[in-house]
């Protein structure tokens, strides 16, 4: 097995092109585009197998935007383990949230990130469920409703597109600022 994508491509929090505001993107999907979704889904689903993480020293993540490999475009790629080696994938270009639930929760044993490479205390409240629009590789529009695991990831890969990392939500003088007002999960 070739991997794509190593975990050196992916940027460390203190890269400022985390910061950018990703730009729209056009379709149809240029040749590198789709390239690169695709090594972003195989990094993802081999991050979260074991045995292949292991060998080939891959960070586990279940979602990845292009902004984490220095490309300022508005698009990411989730890969949810639903069942042992069984993987729901999901790629969304252009995503907005258009609705999203008054229940706020968190991450309980805390949310993490492939661009922080460290253990980072805290809250970040999101919410439970949200409904998001985008688009497919072919460029129709989807809708989405997600819940709980998949809808914190959405929202930290929107954040990700807007230039916000996880750890800009957390209270720096109280990280557990609000924990009794949030569900854990």
């Not at 999203?100 to 809250?123: A, F, M, T």
């Amino acid at each position: 097995m070739v991997l794509l994508l190593k975990l050196k491509d992916i940027l460390d929090e203190k890269d400022k092109r985390l910061r950018f505001i990703s730009k729209e993107v056009e379709f149809p999907l240029t040749k590198k585009d789709k390239d690169t979704i695709n090594s972003m889904i195989e990094y993802l689903k081999n991050s979260q197998i074991e045995e292949i993480a292991m060998k080939y020293d891959l960070r586990p993540g279940m979602g990845m935007s292009a902004i984490q490999l220095g490309i300022p475009k508005r698009y990411f790629v989730v890969v949810n383990e639903i069942d042992e080696g069984e993987f729901e994938t999901y790629v969304l270009i252009n995503p907005k949230i258009i609705s999203n639930s008054v229940e706020k929760i968190y991450v309980e044993i805390g949310e993490g990130c492939l661009s922080v490479n460290r253990p980072v205390d805290g809250i970040v409240p999101r919410y439970a469920r949200v409904t998001v629009e985008a688009y497919d590789m072919e460029g129709r529009k989807v809708h989405i409703r997600a819940r709980e695991e998949l809808a914190i990831c959405f929202q930290h890969e929107i954040d990700h597109l807007n230039g916000i990392l996880f750890i800009d939500h957390i209270d720096k003088k109280n990280p557990f600022k609000g924990k009794d007002q949030y569900r854990a999960i």
